[in-house]
Each structure stands twice: as structure tokens, then as C-alpha cells.
């Protein structure tokens, strides 16, 4: 043998030690990571688990290393579960191969959240509206923030928006990460403003535009009536886009509703429904009736009306196909804006209808979950997100750039109107400032009620609504 052969043969006797070395390395923590699901080594249950029906029956079974991820309020997320995966399983899939977990939405199986405490088995991941979980009734959901800080986990990447929501909910805690803003947009139905001739709606439009042709578009035709203008006014005062709450930022234990800026707010939208014909019913006399020229809805229905197939389930796209042949609402005939805005000029829309990720004082799994978490927060995962049609919460400017991109049935429409402007930001008020509790109020009563029930004027709506929560809340204190 010639001595380069000599030579090469002994460098590959080299590799081949090198690698028998490294292999032998890696198998403790191979074996560690099968053990321990791949994430955090210790981590875990000690035997399998058993969520029970109210008979009795097994409604899920879980292993000791798997990952027990519960979703609530997002109607994607309910309907499909291809929309599961696409949105969160293949992400936490591709950054953690070993680790075994399981999707469950709301009501799947018939499981809900009764179930967790009778057979004392608990989520690890809970997803859910950040502003339903308050600090002073929460018994179930860990502070994030000794989290935050051993793994030196960026908030400052997040919506300031978004946070604000967070921090006023805590109380001082950190009890979600915001994971996907569930936004508000206008939609308008291009042959109703045709058929007066009237132009379309655009970007930074006023509410008093938009009020003048709600005006000209509600009208009768035939035996059809069209309305011009359909915003919740739930949604409208909660999610408002002046960032108002309810409650005194000064005094704890006080509703404070009687003041100037809400009294402008309320006014702003009484006056559409003061329309003759423009009558609030839902925004389904726009989707389902195509009787509506403009309404405000979310993201989710966007998606959903789209008829993105991992989106929707098929019974459902059937139902909708149904639907949009006998409205007329197909591809082309409608478009979306940005909300409406106050004044000229403003670029403001809704406080955030975010979405975030809770981790349960009974998970076994913490630190796991919170890696999962972080990876979801990630920018690879925020913007692939947003291709696939979800709004983001970081303050990523690429996000908006690309939302949508992936999803054909989007293709068309205005997809800038999904990320213009800026959320609005609530106040975050000091603990000592929030009081005893963190007080419900029944801002729905406002419109619903007294002002497009019993006809009162809005001051005096937000007046009486004021007045009743604080006298229930002196009566609770006296209590």
C-alpha cells in the first residue's frame, strides 16, 4: 500500500474514533431527553393521567411526559383541528422532536373546565383571552415573571398595547404572554355602495364619513332593506379606541363611566343606530343576509369567511358556500378597512383582543412550557404565523409586511388594513388603586339596554350604569 494510502486510511481510522467518542457522549443525553420529553430533564408526572367525564368516563388519558396544552376562545381553534397543528403543534414539533404533547380545544370531548378539578388533572399551557384572567381571582395560574427572568425572556419585544393589558390584569404579576391579537377590522360590501354610487370606504376614514354614508346606504329596495352601518356596541365601548376603562385610575373601588370622553364615545355611535332602518341586530346581517353595507368583526371571521380549508371545517364551507350564493357576497364583491377613526388624522384602532399563554400552578412541566413559549414567541414562529393569517403581538415590522401571504383566499383583499394604525393602550393602574377586587362591569348594559332599549340619552345612560355598579360594590365592601 502506498504511503498516501497509508495516510488517508489512518485519517479515516481517526474519524471513525471521533465519532464512536461523540455518539457515546450523546447517548446520556439522548436517553434524558426520551425520558424527559426533550425540554427540561426532571420535569414530569408520575404516572399516566385521567380526565373524567360526570359519569365517570374517560374523556382523555395522558402520559406521564406529555404536555397538556388547553385552547379557549378562538373560533379557528375551535372548528379545526388542522388549524391546531398548522398554528402551534408544527412549530412546537420542529423545535422540540422528543417532546410528546396534546391539543385539546374548549368543549372537545366534551371537556371543560370542571373537569380539571374533579379529577385533579390540569393543563400545563392554558390559551385564552388575557383580559378574562384577573389577579385577585385567579387560583389557578402562576406568576410568569421568576420565568421571565431565568430565562432572560424580551416582554419589551411585545405590543406595548398588549403588555398594558397584562400588567393592569396581574396586578404587579406577569400571569400571560401575549401570543396573537384577535383585531377588530371594517368590512363593506362593494355592490350595496354601487348601487348608490357611493365611494368606498379607505384607510383613516372619520366616524363622521363613515356616518355620512351609512346614511345614503340604508335604504329599501324591492322587498329588501339594507342597512349602512353595523359595529357591536359591546365591542365598541370594551375594546374602545381611546383606551378608556371603567374604573377610577385614581380611587380603588369606583366605576367611573360619567365623564366627557365616554359621553363622546357613546354619542359617536348612538347616532348610526338613530338611522332609520339601521337597526343593530348583529353583524350577521352583513355575512350571512348581505344586507349590510359596512360592519365591524374580527380577524377570525375573515378567515373564516374565506373558507380557508384548514381554517373551517367542511360542513361549515358547505354551509357558507350556501350562504354567499344567495347574498351575493363572492370574491371581489367586498373588501376590508381599518376601523373608522374618531378624528381626522388619528390612527388608532381597538385596545388588543389578545390572546396569550397561561402555565397552571399544577402543571408538573412549568419550566417546559415557558420554553414552549418562548419558542412561539420567537420571530420565526410570530411570522410565519402572520403569513398563515394570524396577527402577531410583536413589534415587528415584517409581520405586517407578510400577513397573509400563504393563504390564497385572502389574495385580493386590502390585507394592510389588518395591521394599520396602532392599538389603543389602557392605563395601568397601581394595585393599591384597583381596591378590593377587580370589579365586572356591565358596559353592555350602556347601549343595549338604555340607550337602544329604553331610549335613554348617553349621558345618562353611562350615568345609571355608574351609579349601579357602585352602589353594588358598597353593598359587597359592606358585606
Not at 385533579?120 to 395560574?141: C, E, I, Q, S
Not at 354610487?197 to 376614514?205: L, R
Not at 348594559?445 to 350615568?463: E, N, T
Request: hydrophobic letters at 40%.
Amino acid at each position: 500500500m502506498s504511503k498516501a494510502g497509508i495516510t488517508k486510511s489512518n485519517g479515516f481510522l481517526v474519524l471513525m474514533v471521533i465519532s464512536l467518542v461523540l455518539a457515546f457522549m450523546l447517548v446520556p443525553v439522548v436517553l434524558a431527553q426520551a425520558e424527559t420529553g426533550g425540554v427540561v430533564a426532571g420535569e414530569g408526572y408520575d404516572g399516566v393521567r385521567r380526565i373524567y367525564g360526570d359519569n365517570g368516563e374517560v374523556l382523555l388519558e395522558l402520559e406521564p411526559d406529555e404536555l397538556f396544552i388547553f385552547t379557549m376562545n378562538s373560533k379557528i381553534l375551535e372548528k379545526s383541528k388542522p388549524a391546531r397543528e398548522k398554528l402551534i403543534g408544527q412549530y412546537i414539533r420542529e423545535k422540540f422532536p422528543n417532546l410528546k404533547f396534546r391539543i385539546v380545544d374548549w368543549d372537545e370531548n366534551g371537556i371543560r373546565e370542571t373537569h380539571f378539578e374533579r379529577s385533579g388533572v390540569y393543563p400545563d399551557l392554558w390559551f385564552n383571552l388575557v383580559a378574562n384572567v384577573t389577579a385577585d381571582k385567579n387560583t389557578m395560574f402562576i406568576d410568569l415573571t421568576e420565568l421571565v427572568e431565568k430565562y432572560n425572556f424580551d416582554l419589551s419585544r411585545i405590543s406595548e398595547a398588549c403588555m398594558a393589558i397584562v400588567y393592569d390584569r396581574g396586578m404587579g404579576q406577569v400571569l400571560a404572554i401575549p401570543f396573537q391579537i384577535n383585531d377588530y377590522i371594517l368590512f363593506y360590501n362593494k355592490t350595496i355602495f354601487d348601487k348608490k354610487g357611493i365611494s368606498y370606504p379607505y384607510a383613516g376614514m372619520t366616524y363622521n364619513e363613515a356616518y355620512e354614508k351609512a346614511k345614503a346606504l340604508t335604504f329599501g329596495e324591492d322587498i329588501t332593506m339594507y342597512k349602512g352601518y353595523a359595529q357591536h356596541p359591546d365591542f365598541y365601548l370594551q375594546q374602545n379606541q381611546l383606551g378608556l376603562v371603567p374604573w377610577s385610575l385614581t380611587e380603588p373601588n369606583k366605576i367611573v363611566l360619567n365623564t366627557p370622553e365616554w359621553v363622546e364615545l357613546v354619542n359617536n355611535l348612538a347616532r348610526f343606530y338613530q338611522i332609520r332602518g339601521n337597526k343593530w341586530n348583529s353583524t350577521d346581517d352583513f355575512f350571512v343576509l348581505g344586507t349590510a353595507a359596512m360592519c365591524v368583526d374580527t380577524i377570525e371571521r375573515l378567515l373564516q369567511v374565506t373558507l380557508h380549508p384548514e381554517y373551517v371545517s367542511s360542513g361549515d364551507i358547505q354551509e357558507w358556500q350556501r350562504r354567499f350564493a344567495q347574498n351575493g357576497l363572492q370574491p371581489g364583491t367586498w373588501d376590508i378597512e381599518p376601523l373608522p377613526q374618531l378624528k381626522e388624522g388619528d390612527e388608532s384602532t381597538y385596545i388588543p383582543n389578545v390572546l396569550g399563554w397561561f402555565i397552571t400552578e399544577q402543571s408538573k412541566m412549568k419550566e417546559t412550557a415557558f420554553q414552549v413559549i418562548m419558542h412561539l414567541l420567537s420571530d420565526e414562529v410570530q411570522l410565519a404565523r402572520s403569513k398563515d393569517g394570524i396577527k402577531g403581538v410583536l413589534n415587528n415590522p415584517e409581520l405586517a409586511e407578510y400577513y397573509g401571504v400563504n393563504i390564497p383566499e385572502l389574495q385580493g383583499l386590502n390585507l394592510s388594513a389588518v395591521y394599520w394604525g396602532k392599538n389603543a393602550v389602557i392605563p395601568v393602574r397601581d394595585p393599591e388603586v384597583v381596591g378590593y377586587t377587580y370589579w365586572k362591569v356591565d358596559l353592555w348594559k350602556v347601549f343595549r339596554q338604555y340607550v337602544l332599549q329604553d331610549g335613554y340619552p348617553p349621558d345618562l345612560a353611562l350615568k345609571r350604569v355608574e351609579n349601579e355598579h357602585n352602589q353594588a360594590i358598597q353593598e359587597q365592601l359592606g358585606q
